[in-house]
């Protein structure tokens, strides 16, 4: 062993994640651990909070594919119609009048598990599934008071769910894409599989009842999404402009986060994080020292946005609309460019690990 040698080991509970670049290292902090506790040593790591991890040579995946066929059995939607899309555009969530307290509705909507499901499926949506995160997200505001419609659309959801149960996300060690050479340099030349990417949206005034606007974003690190975020935003923006510069001050802390992070691991990030945006008056306010009349009540999200790119951590640069990775999260598509949004953050795992669709009932 010598002074390089590292050893991270992460809690959860009762269980001991350790990552390092020394095996003889790692089995004597077991051997440690064994000493004044009982412990089981389970090998490289397969499961973690009903995730599946497989490590395979080139690439590693993560899904929750059992737990998605738990939620689905138990909710009885495993043998019932499928979905292309997980929320349908004229879903009309937001613009139903919600039940009165102690409406014959309100009691109604009661024998309709809308919490439990709806719960079950925030938690795949914030570990394995991104592409949920919008519907789900949309449909939890009302979880306290649902409409009928609130529970349709969670059929919808789960109906999508049990269509693309194998789904997940892949990791790659380098660049597989069989595109041509020339492809390959404008997709890959800022976006390095070791390199942390940033890609950006805003729904400009998209929520009907309070017009604020709904920020989306994704982090990949090697080829896949490893952070993502859709919510409303705390305040009203006066501009499409205002709503994209928030939505890309909230990416930024996160990239800066995960650059200490990955600082700390010894995987020092030597360029700036580039971070595609679609709105190029947000890119040349983050950018322009220069106030005016209309940007002037954004001065601190600008000076904070000036201030990392001069530091060289990140770099914000503009992206056609159409290859915004980020649009899915922040406004319901259609099939074509839903399909789109899905192939960015999961892939069908099928054919890759060899998997198939159980027939048993799965128990706790």
Same mark, same amino acid.
């Given at each position: 062993m010598c002074i390089r040698d590292r050893l991270y080991v992460a809690i959860n509970v009762d269980n001991l994640f350790l990552l390092g670049n020394n095996e003889q290292l790692r089995e004597s902090f077991v051997q440690y651990l064994n000493v004044h506790f009982k412990v089981e040593d389970l090998g490289p790591l397969n499961w973690s909070l009903g995730m599946r991890i497989e490590q395979r040579d080139g690439f590693t995946t993560i899904d929750q594919r059992l737990y998605t066929e738990q939620i689905l059995r138990d909710h009885d939607f495993? !043998?019932?119609?499928?979905? !292309?899309?997980p929320c349908r555009m004229n879903h009309g969530f937001d613009e139903v009048p919600l039940p009165s307290p102690n409406s014959v509705? *309100?009691?109604e909507m009661k024998q309709y598990p809308v919490r439990a499901l709806g719960g079950k499926i925030m938690?795949? *949506?914030?570990?394995?599934?991104p592409e949920i995160k919008l519907a789900i997200g949309k449909i939890s505001r009302y979880f306290h008071n649902p409409h009928m419609v609130h529970w349709k659309g969670l059929v919808v959801l789960a109906m999508y769910l049990r269509k693309h149960v194998n789904y997940g996300i892949i990791y790659r060690k380098g660049e597989t894409s069989e595109?041509?050479?020339e492809a390959k340099s404008i997709?890959?030349? @800022?976006?390095?599989?070791n390199c942390l990417t940033g890609w950006v949206d805003a729904d400009w005034a998209g929520d009907k009842r309070d017009r604020r606007s709904?920020?989306?974003?994704?982090v990949y690190l090697n080829n896949g999404p490893i *952070?993502? @975020?859709?919510?409303?935003?705390?305040?009203? *923006?006066?501009?499409?402009?205002?709503a994209e510069l928030m939505a890309a001050q909230n990416c930024v802390a996160m990239i800066l986060s995960l650059r200490k992070i990955l600082a700390f691991l010894g995987f020092d990030q030597l360029e700036p994080s580039r971070i595609n945006e679609d709105n190029i008056s947000c890119i040349a306010a983050s950018k322009n020292s220069i106030l005016n009349g209309r940007t002037k009540h954004m001065e601190m999200n600008q000076s904070f946005m000036r201030d990392e790119q001069?530091?060289?951590?990140?770099?914000l640069v503009w992206c056609p609309t159409l290859q915004q990775k980020a649009d899915g999260l922040t406004k319901p598509l259609s099939g074509a460019m839903f399909k789109m949004f899905q192939g960015y953050l999961v892939i069908d795992l099928t054919d890759i690990l060899g998997l198939k669709v159980s027939t048993c009932i799965l128990r706790p």
């Open positions: 495993w !043998d019932g119609n499928h979905s !292309d899309i509705e *309100a009691r938690y795949l *949506a914030e570990n394995t599934r595109l041509a050479d997709l890959f030349n @800022y976006q390095l599989f709904r920020s989306g974003w994704i *952070a993502w @975020y859709c919510k409303l935003q705390g305040s009203i *923006a006066y501009s499409s402009t205002e001069e530091k060289k951590n990140v770099d």
